[in-house]
Each structure stands twice: as structure tokens, then as C-alpha cells.
């Protein structure tokens, strides 16, 4: 393919600060991206930011089926050049985000999810799989190096919060591999990690989604409160009540909620919905 800062200078295409737009060209970790995410020739792919068409061109040689989302309709001259004679690759321009996931489901079948996406967006796409999807298989995602590390973290870590628990409850989460800021044009500020979540039925089971995800927010509400504290404030429980839910998962009584495993976290879900939500 022609070096792609002429095809973008000979289509007129200037980068939007605020769609965060950096592209890779390097063929060479293109497909080593395509390969560590485990994509052949049985694999449906949802791509989301296809960008200037770079990996979708890599994915689809090695996919079943490529679907592509793009925001950016400016885009749409540079990936007629990009993806070429290209014949099963799908770009739609539109906003993922105000997609009907349920509905694109059915079309795809079962798939998995690959992005490389401006940060501010990533934990938005990333939750929208965790709580909504039925049949994606994996979420193969580019984000910047500390969030990569907050993706995959340990209980009691720096790094742990409420999207690590989010994520464990549904799927199983590595960094595949790191990619420095010099390979993305333009340069962005920060190194990035390309993370893949292995969704897995059943991986950490909850009496009620909702609730669970109500307990981690709640978890993780304020670092500085005890978690007892946290969960009379964000259930309106008594005091007496936040103790005995606590002493029945075993959980000291002053333990702070990013010391909790998200087993830990699932487990006080489970007796908060059982006690306490249930019935109202």
C-alpha cells in the first residue's frame, strides 16, 4: 500500500482533535496485532474506529468477515483508496455508541470486538461489551499503557478499581503486547498496550447483574471511607445491617473496597440482593 501520509494529504484529510485520531501504518505490528487476537479465517470481526483503514485491511485478510464503524465521514475517500479491492470488509459510518447492540448481534453471530480508539472513549466501548453483549467472544482493544494496567489489575494494587472488577466478572483480561507512541502518526503523548478480555460463560456468577454492578460502584465509591461506610451510603442500609452483611462474607469490618477481590465483590453483591434488594 502507498505510504499512508500521501493518500491522507492527497485526500484533504486533516486529524480531529476531538474524534483523538492516530493512525498506525507499520505492517509489521499490524499483523502482529491481528495474530496475538487470535483472528483466521473462522473469526467475524467488529472493528471499532477503523481510522484510515490500516488494521481493517490486515483483519480482513485474515477474517472470516470484517464490520467496520467509523465516525469520521471525512474518512470515507481515504478508505475507499486503503480498502481497495478488499471484499469482506464492511465500513459503516456512524457512532457505535448509539448503535442497537442486540440487533447487530444477531447479524454477527458470535464475534470479536477489535478497536483502537481515542482513550476518552475506551471505558465507555469497553463497559458497553461487559454489561450489554451476548456473543462477543473477545475484546481486543488499543489503550493507552496505564489503563491497560488498571484493565488487568490485582486487588489491593494502585492500579485496581472498579472497571478491573467490572471486566473480571465477564471475561479474563492480559496486555498482548506494548506499542510505544512513535509507531502512531501523529505522535501521540503516552505509550499504549493492546489488552484482550476472553469473555468466558458463567466466569464469576452473580444473583443479579445490576446489583453487582451497583456493590463495585459502591466499592470504590471513596478510597478513603471503609467500604462499611460506602455501603450504608450508596443502599441506605443501616449500620447495624452493613456489619452483618460483612461478617457473612467474611470481610473485616474495616476493610476498604479495593482490597476485595472481585470473587470478594461478588459474593457481598450476592447477600445484598439477598437481604436487602430482593424483595423491594
Do not use: W
Amino acid at each position: 500500500m502507498e505510504n499512508l501520509k500521501d493518500i491522507l494529504l492527497r485526500n484533504g484529510f486533516s486529524f480531529k482533535k476531538q474524534f483523538g485520531q492516530n493512525f498506525i501504518s507499520d505492517t509489521n505490528l499490524l499483523k502482529s496485532i491481528v495474530s496475538l487476537a487470535g483472528i483466521d479465517k473462522e473469526t467475524t470481526v467488529l472493528e471499532i474506529g477503523c481510522g484510515a483503514g490500516t488494521l481493517t485491511r490486515e483483519l480482513a485478510a485474515a477474517a472470516k468477515k470484517v464490520v467496520s464503524f467509523e465516525i469520521d465521514k471525512k474518512l470515507q475517500p481515504v478508505l475507499a483508496e486503503t480498502l481497495s479491492g478488499i471484499e469482506n470488509a464492511e465500513v459503516v459510518f456512524r457512532d457505535f455508541m448509539k448503535t442497537n447492540l442486540p440487533e447487530l448481534e444477531k447479524e454477527l453471530g458470535h464475534y470479536t470486538v477489535v478497536a483502537n480508539l481515542p482513550y476518552y472513549i475506551t471505558t465507555p466501548i469497553v463497559m458497553r461489551f461487559v454489561e450489554e453483549s451476548a456473543s462477543a467472544d473477545a475484546v481486543v482493544i488499543m489503550v493507552q499503557d496505564d489503563v491497560a494496567k488498571r484493565f488487568c489489575a490485582q486487588a489491593a494494587t494502585p492500579e485496581y478499581g472498579a472497571i478491573t472488577a467490572a471486566i473480571a466478572r465477564r471475561a479474563s483480561a492480559q496486555i498482548i503486547k506494548y506499542v510505544p507512541r512513535k509507531m502512531f502518526y501523529p505522535v501521540p503523548n503516552v505509550d499504549s498496550a493492546v489488552v484482550k478480555l476472553t469473555f468466558e460463560k458463567d466466569r464469576i456468577p452473580v444473583k443479579n447483574a445490576a446489583c453487582f454492578r451497583d456493590t463495585v460502584r459502591a466499592a470504590f465509591l471513596s478510597r478513603r471511607k471503609t467500604l462499611e461506610n460506602n455501603l450504608v451510603n450508596a443502599f441506605q442500609l443501616s449500620r447495624e445491617s452493613a456489619k452483618d452483611i460483612l461478617a457473612r462474607a467474611n470481610i473485616p469490618e474495616k476493610a476498604r473496597g479495593e482490597t476485595l477481590s472481585p470473587e470478594q465483590l461478588a459474593l457481598l453483591s450476592d447477600l445484598i440482593f439477598e437481604l436487602h434488594l430482593s424483595e423491594r
